[in-house]
């Protein structure tokens, strides 16, 4: 009987994975349909296309904003429990800057309104796809179920479909800053088209399945429309509660403000360049979508700034000349011990809660990305001033300091026994044209891992990046703790979501050393490279997390 009930399951799971197989095909060969469409329409779009001449210079990009303006906050979307929140993706035009711009967006602004939720909330948000392609949505960072209608990678919007994404934020959700963008992966969209519906017996999908497999490069592997859709103006932040609540009573009421780190590049026309996107280009750094803003602080006024890199492929390198930063969040997780850094590394899709304290007497300073290299394969990125920020007015009273570490800090993983240890290797092609996992593109329904993880289990994984640029590697669904970085053991600090692993040099490979705690949510648990051209380009995988 046992054994029956054992061999009935396992008839189960298999029909399960062939099925799902069969799902994750026929998706490709739906987007690569849609891309293609996408393609030929493009021309005519208001989003335009990469020109053959050189592209403008930063300052001609600049020309019609204007710098100097108060910094304003993104609107907010304040939730409440069951709320529904609709998201129209478009293409449209927007201020930048001041200037009028054709680009994407959620609500007809370039920096998409800020999501505010509760834990122990659900809320509701209501994707309606205007483009001509096909679309997603991803709740960067939330820990939330990654199937179903939740933070689902393999749910997708088709063009002029409408799809409702219910997130049960868990009543312990971490308190900390998140994001979401487009995460229209070439394999994954549309998995939620009426098409997929209506396809009708098993023997339908197969055929179709079949034809996916020819699609693209033969393997299945489709490329994805991440970093257009990004770059175009589709992201912006999303806030889990309010960790001012977890600082000493002093700090609770101080003034907060969300600072949306993105960029663009302009052709001549002022249409944000789509489809050959080169970050290495003149490009036209922004706050909260303008350009130089200034922020007023009264001298010894402590305030708490939710910076996000919300962009889809540069590295902010943030220094405020002559000024600390406190971080109490790391990746929307408080910290175990926090920190005094004076710069601060955003690769794309990262994020921190600091603490800033004005300097006593009246004066100015800069907050500008200093200059960054990712590697002599990828991008040189020069100094350039974000943002000045303004010291004037009576002082303020003197609060405390913040020590230690924040009270909600998730547990220490060093003494926690491994479940399993396995490799990811990065690596890419010698032109750039296709990026790798363990010498593997990304197909959905083919890990590059053989064997899932358990919940309940902590695993340590071992990062090595083959290539010469930095990857910011990304997991969804839960955090990690970074154990060691090229070599050197890194004592308990924080968890967080992305990490930039160093490139390789001097023959020597840039290596990190990362422990998972699987809790929680069975399904499948993304990970990729978070610079979108990279993932796009097949820089991505998933482990299935099984009971």
Known sequence: MAEDTTRSAAARRRSVRRTRRMLHALTALALALSAAVGTAAMADSPTGSAADSPPPSTADQEKGMTSGLPLADPVTADTKRALTITLGAARTNFQVGGKSVYGESYAGTFVAPTLLVKPGSTITVRLVNHLPVATSLHFHGLHISPSGDSDNPASCVAAGGTTDYKLAIPA??????????SHAMGTACPGKSADLADMGSTGDMTKMADMADTAADGSGFVPGDVENQIFAGLSGALIVGDDRTLLP?????????TMVLKDVQLDAENHIVQGGIVSNNPTVRLVNGQLRPVLTMRPG?????RLVNAGADIFYQLQLDGYRFTVIGEDGTPVARVSTPDTLLLPPGKRYDVLVTAGAKAGAATLRTTAYSTGPAGDQYPDTTLATVKVAGTPAPKLPAVTGGIRTAPADLSNAPIAQRRTVNMSQAADGSAYYLNAKQYAMGSSVFDTPAKLGTVEEWTIVNYTEINHPFHLHTGTFQVMSVNGTAQPYGHRQDTVVVDRAVGGENGQVVIRIA????????????????????????????VR
């Open 518 to 545: 699987f809790t929680d949510y069975p399904g499948d648990w993304l990970f990729h490279c978070h610079i979108a051209a990279h993932e796009d380009k097949g820089m991505m995988s998933f482990i299935p997390v």
């Open 301 to 305: 006024e402590t305030q708490l700034w």
């Open 249 to 257: 009573k002093g700090l609770q009421s101080v003034t907060a403000h």
């Open 172 to 181: 312990d959700h971490p308190l900390g800053t998140f994001w979401y963008h």
